[in-house]
């Protein structure tokens, strides 16, 4: 079945690149996501890559999406404590829209 | 502006024990509604999701059901609850089924005694 996988910790200094990596096995999606969770709250989209693309940038994010090898990673430049949360990849389940798989999730932990 | 409220936003109940969780979407019409889990280990699970009124679909068998009484109202339900059924309840709305964007509820913490 479909799976997505994600570690579950990266810690890094404030001023720095964050990478966050996910791997997906469904082929088929057609849209890949990052979600963020901050501590005791729901989840918040971030940002959507469409299948046919091999990088998205928007603002401080960059999500790059390579098929062959089906990884994902969300890039956040210039990482602020603000930043520090729970980002979640996921895929559609079959390619039903809000029907997703999500990975375990990554906490990302940001030091001043 | 769309607006998602679930509630109640904490939960502590014994087993055996019945359980309803509310969640309305304002600000929009006939929403795709869907009910997730996040256990202990932060992975989300979907349980439930609906195209309109009176139509569910559940994703995995369980001990929970759940309702579309109307057309922006999705309760998630239980007769007895387990020890199990501990975790974070999210739901969600998305405007069309071709996209996962989803737009969550702040979510229902239920700890089961």
């Known amino acids: 079945g479909e799976d997505v996988e994600q570690s579950l910790f990266l810690s890094v200094r404030e001023g720095d690149s964050s990478v966050i990596n996910c791997t997906y096995t469904?082929?088929?999606?057609?849209?890949l996501y990052w979600y963020k969770q901050e501590p005791g709250a729901g989840l918040q989209l971030l940002t959507y890559?469409?299948?046919?693309?091999d990088m998205k940038q928007d603002q401080r994010l960059t999500v790059l999406l390579n098929k062959k090898d089906k990884h994902l990673s969300l890039r956040i430049a210039d990482t602020q404590t603000g930043d520090s949360a729970i980002y979640f990849c996921?895929?559609?389940?079959?390619?039903?829209?809000?029907?997703?798989?999500f990975g375990q999730g990554t906490e990302l932990s940001v030091k001043p | 502006s769309q607006t998602i409220h679930q509630w109640p936003a904490t939960l502590v109940q014994p087993v055996g024990s019945p359980l309803s969780l509310e969640c309305t979407v304002e600000?929009?019409?006939?929403?795709?509604l869907y009910w997730y889990r996040q256990a202990a280990g932060r992975g989300l699970q979907l349980l439930f999701y609906?195209?309109?009124?009176?139509?569910i679909s559940s994703e995995v068998p369980q001990n929970l059901s759940a309702s579309r009484p109307q057309d922006r109202q999705f309760i998630l339900s239980s007769k007895k609850l387990l020890l199990s059924d501990s975790g974070f309840y999210l739901c969600?709305?998305?405007?069309?089924?071709?996209?996962?964007?989803?737009?969550f509820g702040e979510g229902s913490r239920l700890t089961v005694l």
């Open positions: 969600a709305w998305s405007r069309d089924t071709n996209t996962g964007e989803l737009f």
């Open positions: 469904d082929s088929s999606s057609t849209y």
């Open positions: 890559i469409f299948s046919n693309m």
């Open positions: 996921a895929e559609s389940i079959n390619n039903q829209g809000g029907k997703l798989i």
């Open positions: 600000g929009t019409s006939n929403p795709n």
């Open positions: 609906s195209v309109g009124i009176g139509q």
